[in-house]
């Protein structure tokens, strides 16, 4: 999946940059966009579930700053057996050429909403997660 962000004013910070915390408004927002391509929030809803991120690891390469135009690309890295991991870049487009500026491994849990507890990853949610990476950016590594 690859959501297109172009950085404007209400993007900076004082510094003149990007601050760390919009790059993980920028993650969630590809997330979101990988989600619904694929149906899969629908799917949870009807199923009971909720997707709750535990733990995001940032690496932050290179500063982002005004007018730069980014592209976020996310897929699935690895299932477990109560938690899912995916990866994902954030990649400044400029003058024909690529770089990653920043890439993020996000860990994540499902909650049955009738317990509150987080579940054993099925079968069933094991095909969805999986079927995450049926097209996978040529960004990613």
Do not use: P
């Not at 109560?82 to 690529?98: F, L, M, P, T």
């Amino acid at each position: 999946m690859t959501t297109k962000i172009k950085v404007h004013g209400y993007h900076i910070d004082v510094f003149q940059h990007v601050n760390n915390a919009r790059y993980l408004e920028f993650y969630e927002a590809d997330r979101w966009e990988w989600m619904n391509k694929r149906n899969f929030i629908s799917w949870a809803i009807q199923s009971n579930l909720t997707m709750a991120a535990v733990n995001i690891n940032v690496n932050y390469i290179q500063g982002v700053l005004l007018g730069d135009e980014l592209t976020v690309v996310t897929r699935m890295d690895k299932i477990g057996s109560k938690s899912a991991v995916c990866y994902q870049q954030i990649i400044r487009n400029k003058a024909g050429q690529s770089e990653v500026v920043s890439d993020a491994y996000v860990t994540f849990v499902f909650i049955d909403n009738l317990t509150n507890k987080a579940i054993v990853i099925d079968e069933e949610l094991r095909e969805k997660l999986e079927s995450f990476n049926s097209v996978v950016d040529d960004f990613i590594s």
